[in-house]
């Protein structure tokens, strides 16, 4: 009797199974069909495309790594993705009826290692400027009229700023220059995260009109810049004149004025730091009787005088002297502008080899990049519309041959930019990179170029990779 009890109450259960089972099966069809969807990646974003699914309110798609969206399109995009990482695509169509919507489908996709195109744009909504590119050719930032940006090229991302310029970037993007928040003439400052923080230089400054931070090393350690001083009763006013250098060493925290150096001349004009080499070499010009430039060996050396010629009389007759005039990126090299005081302060291109003690002139109005591998960016005049920009390889020897920039970038290299924009075909009359391109600077290894086309709409900042792919 007890073994069938058993047996009748074990058919129960099987039966209560199979109807569970059968259920479970109905619910399952009355789901509305998962979504079939294609995947596809463009450099570092991911493209999903589906078919429109009867019944579905909309579409849920998301990633993992990653967060889900919701969407009644029939295609999405993820971008500003990290290179070197698989992503696992997710998509379900969702019902009216939530019981009632799909299985979620699921595919895997790796976005490779990033190779960069050989020609980008970028046009800041503020309308600044390129300044400088880190060394591994990573971070380019700019500025103008109070107004930057910081560019990240590994993912073509930029953070713009209304109230801060940018001078010049580390390797890891920390970014120099002038805050202009609270002063509208600027203070030195210093990017970190995305804020700006002011460089305190109480302890040298009496009464500060303006400060500017305009070079940091690469490994983002040691910050030189200028400030004006309105005080002539300052110390260092008088010895230096109404323009005075100072350096940060970021890791001490000290802030202090280099050393002066031995002046031919005796009056105090303005004295400024406008770059610095990865070992801490400080260059920057003396403005007294004409623009001399000075080097600094350390901040504890007085600075000496780049290459100045004199008479008897300590009237100048040429001098590397400019404002403007930069270190290459190892510091090998000086480059800007030089200045014939015999024919009536003619101002050349020029570039100076302080490993040979060599000063290279050119034709043009001045040098406004250079590389360390001696390929020299000419610019006739910078930063009007209509100029010419040529290239100088000066491994070649002289007589220097003066390459249009156009030329060297189709030919040379054989980059076709035209694949990337219309307007630098070079069989178009207004091709832009003949018309106004002003070369700002390259890479440690000179394969990435950073340059301005300065148009009637304004600045455009392009990036020429010769490593780069040259067609989309």
Known sequence: MKNIIKILFSAVIALSIIGCTKETEAAKDNRIATPEFTLSVHENSITVVWEAVEGAAYYEVGLTPGSIEKTDMTIHRFDNLDYGVTYVVKLQAIAADAAKSSKVGEKSITIGERIAPAYREFIPRFGAAAQAISNNGRWVVGGFDRKGFVLDLNNDKMVEFETAEFYDVADDGTAVGSNHAVNPDGDAAILIGDTMVDIDISNIAVNAGMSCATGITPDGEFIVGWFWEYDESCYYAQRFGSVIPFYYDVITGIVAVPELGDRIYNEAGATAIKAVAPDRTMLGYEQSMGIHSIIWADEYTPYEYVHFEYDSNYNPLFSLGDTQNLFTQSGRYIYGKAIDYTSGQVELPAAYDRNTDTLHTFTGGAVTAMSDDGIVFINDAPFYIGTTSY????????????????????????????????????????NILLEGAITIGTSANGRIIVGIENTQMGYINYVIDLDGETGR
Do not use: Q, R, S
């Not at 007589?399 to 630098?424: G, K, Q």
């Open 391 to 430: 290239v100088v390889d000066i491994t070649k020897g002289e007589p220097y041959v003066n390459v249009p920039l156009e030329e060297w970038v189709f030919d040379v290299h054989d980059i076709d930019i035209a694949a990337f924009d219309p307007m630098c075909d070079e069989d178009k009359d207004n």
